[in-house]
Each structure stands twice: as C-alpha cells, then as structure tokens.
T-cell receptor
Framework: AQSVTQLGSHVSVSEGALVLLRCNYS??????LFWYVQYPNQGLQLLLK??????LVKGINGFEAEFKKSETSFHLTKPSAHMSDAAEYFC?????????????FGQGTILTVHP | EAGVAQSPRYKIIEKRQSVAFWCNPI?????LYWYQQILGQGPKLLIQ????????DSQLPKDRFSAERLKGVDSTLKIQPAKLEDSAVYLC?????????FGSGTQLSVL
C-alpha cells in the first residue's frame, strides 16, 4: 500500500522568498510521485511528476522537486514566490505497475503569499 | 488539450435523499476516474472506468454509491441514500500518459 504525508497544512511566505512544501511517501514498490496544484474554483493541475530517471524534476511555473529515495521524500520548491502561486498543493504517489490514475494523495498544503 | 466539464457545480440535499453528478469529458479518453475530496483531505479514488467497463471500484461504498459510463464518454455518479459524511467535492478526471485532467468538481452538502 502507498501513503503520503504532507508536513504542514498551511505555509506562508513573502513574495520573492523561497517556497518549500514537504512531502514524504511510503511505498512497498518503486513509486511514481506527483505534485498537483488546485487554484480556487478550478480543477487540480499537474505541476510535475517523477517516474524514472533524473531525480530532480522541473515542472511548470518555476517549480521543481527532488526524489530522495533514502529519505522517502519528494519536496516541492520554488526559488522566488509570486502572488499567483497562492493555492493548495497536493503530493501524490502511485505504485509502479498500477493504473496511472490510481493516485494516493496527501492531505494538501495551502500556500499563502504575502506582498 | 483535454478538459472535463462537471455539473452541477453545487448541490445541497438532506440526508437520505438521492443525488446524481455528471461528468462530460471534452475530449475522448478511454480512462475516467471519480474521486471524493472531503474538506481538509486529499482526493480519494472511488472508481475507475476503462471505456464502458469498471476497472476498479474497490473503494466505492457500493451499498449507496453507483456509477456508470455511457458509450465510453460521459459518466454519472449517484448516491442513494445520502449520509452526512458524504459531504465532499466529487471530482471527475480523465487520464493521458501519467497526467490526469480534473474537472472543477461538484460540491455536495448533505444536511
């Protein structure tokens, strides 16, 4: 079975500051890992994904995440926050070999960006 | 790019009533998913369709929830009878090569 833990249900940063959203996973098989973002009144959108290969993954809007197997982590970062980054972010895991839509999501982290 | 339309956007019902949600993929995809997102939690997969057939409904409370997909395109999710704990956002998603496209969801409040 797979599970995801997102550390911190709310994160607040100033505009221009580093964004760090934490995600730890548990999986009995090599995981596929994802970050999705949900803006108010919109559907979830894929930010980035790790399946195989390079462990540092770059996504849209300047976000990136690094898969660290030894730490079972997949933290999301962005060097400089923008007001438009305010949203809720979800980390998700899928077991390799299962249907690509069978995701297990974390509980989400709400990012607030202050001027 | 793919997209998903869902209706209604909001629904308020009393417990023990019935309710139905609709999902209309804007572009054709073989695989369709329904997720339930309770306030303060991440989405949880309820059911997966491949064309018209159910692939996985292991987390669907089948005593009250049902779903179907007509002609491998549109889908409906029904709850009968609803319970208070069914209050949530119901999300429909279609898949394409490790990327899911989600609709905006239907927010259900059961009073």
């Amino acid at each position: 079975a797979q599970s995801v833990t997102q550390l911190g249900s709310h994160v607040s940063v100033s505009e221009g500051a580093l964004v760090l959203l934490r995600c730890n996973y548990s999986s009995s098989v090599p995981p596929y890992l994802f970050w999705y973002v949900q803006y108010p009144n919109q559907g979830l959108q894929l930010l980035l994904k790790y399946t195989t290969g390079a462990t540092l993954v770059k996504g849209i809007n300047g976000f990136e995440a690094e898969f660290k197997k030894s730490e079972t982590s997949f933290h999301l970062t962005k060097p400089s926050a923008h007001m438009s980054d305010a949203a809720e972010y979800f980390c998700a895991v899928r077991a390799g070999g299962t249907s690509y839509g069978k995701l297990t999501f974390g509980q989400g982290t709400i990012l607030t960006v202050h001027p | 790019e793919a997209g998903v339309a869902q209706s209604p956007r909001y629904k308020i019902i009393e417990k023990r009533q019935s309710v139905a949600f609709w999902c209309n993929p804007i572009s054709g995809h073989a695989t369709l998913y329904w997720y339930q997102q309770i306030l303060g939690q991440g989405p949880k997969l309820l059911i997966q369709f491949q064309n018209n057939g159910v692939v996985d409904d292991s987390q669907l409370p089948k005593d009250r929830f049902s779903a179907e997909r007509l002609k491998g395109v549109d889908s409906t999710l029904k709850i009968q009878p609803a319970k208070l704990e069914d209050s949530a956002v119901y999300l429909c998603a279609i898949g394409n090569n490790e990327k899911l496209f989600f609709g905006s969801g239907t927010q259900l409040s059961v009073l």
